[in-house]
């Protein structure tokens, strides 16, 4: 068996980009993107089967986004996040002395760990 999924129209053997399934209860068919396995009850569309989709009459199409958009994080928002979890790692005094000590002292704030900050009691 091929490990690529095939649309499950009749005579296409076209590789699976979208699962259709049916809300019976709604009267709604669901186009999404490929499900993650193959579900007894739910149909594998190809590209052009999924764009040439109709439902019947009285039933809603309800098209979900689809994952073109990049699935994982750019390098520049990976980036971003390690350079916030350095700098929240940083002990305050090192980050001080480092030029990085920009930040302005509350006077609520009592205590410090790491990034966490413990503030008094706006009654005292």
Same mark, same amino acid.
């Given at each position: 068996?091929?490990?690529? &999924?095939?649309?499950?129209?009749?005579?296409?053997?076209?590789?699976?980009?979208?699962?259709?399934?049916?809300?019976?209860?709604?009267?709604?068919?669901?186009?999404?993107?490929?499900?993650?396995?193959?579900?007894?009850?739910?149909?594998?569309?190809?590209?052009?089967?999924?764009?040439?989709?109709?439902?019947? $009459? /009285?039933?809603?199409?309800?098209?979900?986004?689809?994952?073109?958009?990049?699935?994982?994080?750019?390098?520049?928002?990976?980036?971003?996040?390690?350079?916030?979890?350095?700098?929240?790692?940083?002990?305050?005094? $090192?980050?001080?002395?480092? /030029?990085? /000590?920009?930040?302005?002292?509350?006077?609520?704030?009592? /205590? &410090?760990?790491?990034?966490? $900050?413990?503030? $008094?009691?706006?009654?005292?």
């Amino acid at each position: 068996m091929s490990p690529v &999924r095939r649309c499950s129209r009749t005579a296409c053997g076209r590789p699976a980009v979208a699962t259709l399934t049916y809300v019976y209860a709604d009267s709604t068919a669901v186009l999404g993107p490929l499900a993650t396995y193959a579900e007894p009850h739910c149909y594998d569309l190809c590209a052009e089967h999924s764009e040439r989709l109709t439902a019947p $009459r /009285g039933w809603e199409v309800v098209r979900l986004a689809d994952a073109s958009g990049p699935a994982r994080p750019t390098g520049d928002d990976l980036e971003a996040l390690a350079n916030a979890v350095r700098e929240a790692a940083r002990p305050q005094e $090192r980050a001080a002395e480092a /030029g990085g /000590g920009g930040r302005t002292v509350d006077p609520r704030e009592v /205590g &410090r760990r790491g990034h966490l $900050r413990v503030l $008094r009691s706006p009654d005292s």
